[in-house]
């Protein structure tokens, strides 16, 4: 694999191998061993063009974990703010010979336009509403950790479909993985044609409580909205499709409950729903870690060296 630019790279015979090998992972973090050689010598380049705590964290972390070089550069500290183009950015940092570059961008396609320039390999972090695939990643192998397989499971993304890149990506690695995805939301935040992205449109919780295994919930996506009000009011919002005591309550006994973050309390989530049991939301904090470990050893081509540091 050269780039992980969308869900659609990942075979499911490279997912297992990810799944496997990210659990080995997390086994030795916590195990408190937080220091491998596998990228001693290499160079990753976290850019970041909006705000990020979770994924950009975690690449720096996995990347320092791996023994790499890591540099963060925001736009704000950028040439960007020069009028620098993206394109001539990333040509100049390929220059410095990085043999990675994270990227997250507002704009739907940019990490598919510069990996014709960059001789690095792309990790997309996040284009616009398009795709996210290592949060894709870090969901699947939450789930298959958690419920042993993906293969006919039922799971209902809840939320601003629309707006939304983890969905995208979760609906098409999960499908590749055997499972069934609906979404439920309002409906100015429902995609046109959810068949396009492979998934079905429920019409009420009381469906989705009925139906599903897992339930993602999604945070509001109000910096990719247009000006037009698509609801009326958070506390509007939080009433008819914000999860809750009452409607954690209604799904089957054993439902789980993911989230991508950051997450709203008292919005699209409450902290009866935080605290519960079923949630898996912070479990995905820590495989997320895992996973871009494996990700970017993946990347350089160095998984069999990771998994002799993990055995030795």
């Known amino acids: 694999m050269k780039h992980l630019i969308s869900a659609e790279d990942i075979s499911k015979e ?5 799944y496997e ?9 916590r195990e408190d061993r937080k220091k491998f050689s596998v990228l001693k010598g290499k160079c990753i380049v976290n850019l970041f063009f909006e705000p990020s705590t979770r994924t950009r964290t975690s690449f720096e972390k996995a990347g320092k974990f791996l023994s790499a070089d890591v540099i963060n550069i925001s736009t704000s500290t950028s040439s960007v703010k020069k009028g620098e183009s993206l394109i001539d950015t990333l040509k100049n940092l390929d220059m410095m010979h990085p043999d990675v570059v994270v990227l997250r961008h507002p704009c739907e396609g940019a990490p598919y336009t510069v990996k014709n320039y960059i001789n690095a390999s792309i990790v997309n972090a996040g284009d616009g509403c398009h795709q996210h695939p290592t949060q894709a990643l870090l969901d699947a192998v939450t789930l298959t950790e958690h419920l042993q ?39 100015p935040m429902m995609p046109r044609f959810p068949e396009a992205i492979g998934v079905k ?28 009000k698509v ?27 993911l989230h991508p973050g950051p997450f709203n309390r008292g919005v699209e989530l409450n902290n ?33 060296k990771l998994k002799e540091e993990i055995d030795g």
Request: aromatic residues 6%.
């Open 231 to 257: 609801f009326p009011s958070l506390r509007e919002y939080a009433e008819l499709f914000g999860m809750n005591k009452k409607r954690l309550e209604m799904l089957k006994p054993d439902t789980v409950i």
């Open 21 to 29: 090998l990210s659990q080995q992972v997390k086994k030795a973090l």
């Open 272 to 304: 009866d729903v935080v605290t519960s049991t079923r949630s898996l939301i912070f479990q995905q904090v820590e495989t997320g870690l895992a996973v871009r470990m494996v990700v970017l050893s993946l990347l350089c081509g160095k998984t069999e």
């Open 201 to 228: 449109k429920l019409s009420s919780f009381e469906e989705v409580a009925q139906i599903s295994d897992v339930v993602i919930l999604l945070r509001i996506q109000l910096e990719r909205q247009s000006a037009r």
């Open 149 to 187: 397989t993906l293969e006919g499971k039922k799971i209902t993304i809840m939320g601003d479909i629309s707006h939304s890149r983890v969905a995208r990506s979760d609906a098409i690695l999960f499908r590749k993985l055997g499972a069934e995805v609906f979404v439920y939301g309002p409906s």
């Open 14 to 18: 490279q997912f297992q191998e990810i």
